[in-house]
Nanobody, 124 residues
Framework: QVQLVESGGGLVQAGGSLTLSCAASRLTVRSYNMGWFRQAPGKEREFVAAVSRSVGSTYYSGSVKGRFAISRDSAKDTVSLQMNSLNPEDTAVYYC?????????????????WGQGTQVIVSS
């Protein structure tokens, strides 16, 4: 069965950086649209970034554009999220997701597979 496993979360001070990784099994990341979402306590899950299948176009939410960068490694079937200039508002559980056919990258509904999430805490 398909598995997405996130890693790389942790505690970081404001202004710092973290890199999250999503390892896929039984799924070829180049053949899927891959996304990162996050969910803070008491809030809905929100879109962070996505990379489209095949072409590899990237998409970002307005709140992270210019600070975060999504990338994929087709040889290793991993997707990474480089996060820079972190602030306390970035504190959340970050989820990796994969979807074959997506019309709206920012909507969780289009994604078929989800990881278990990794916690990111940014202290002020």
């Amino acid at each position: 069965q398909v598995q997405l496993v996130e890693s790389g979360g942790g505690l970081v001070q404001a202004g710092g950086s973290l890199t999250l990784s999503c390892a896929a099994s039984r799924l070829t990341v180049r053949s899927y649209n891959m996304g990162w979402f996050r969910q803070a306590p008491g809030k809905e899950r929100e879109f962070v970034a996505a990379v489209s299948r095949s072409v590899g176009s990237t998409y970002y939410s307005g709140s992270v554009k210019g600070r975060f960068a999504i990338s994929r490694d087709s040889a290793k079937d991993t997707v990474s999220l480089q996060m820079n200039s972190l602030n306390p508002e970035d504190t959340a559980v970050y989820y990796c997701a994969a979807g074959r056919y997506i019309s709206d990258y920012a909507s969780p509904r289009g994604y078929d597979y989800w990881g278990q999430g990794t916690q990111v805490i940014v202290s002020s």
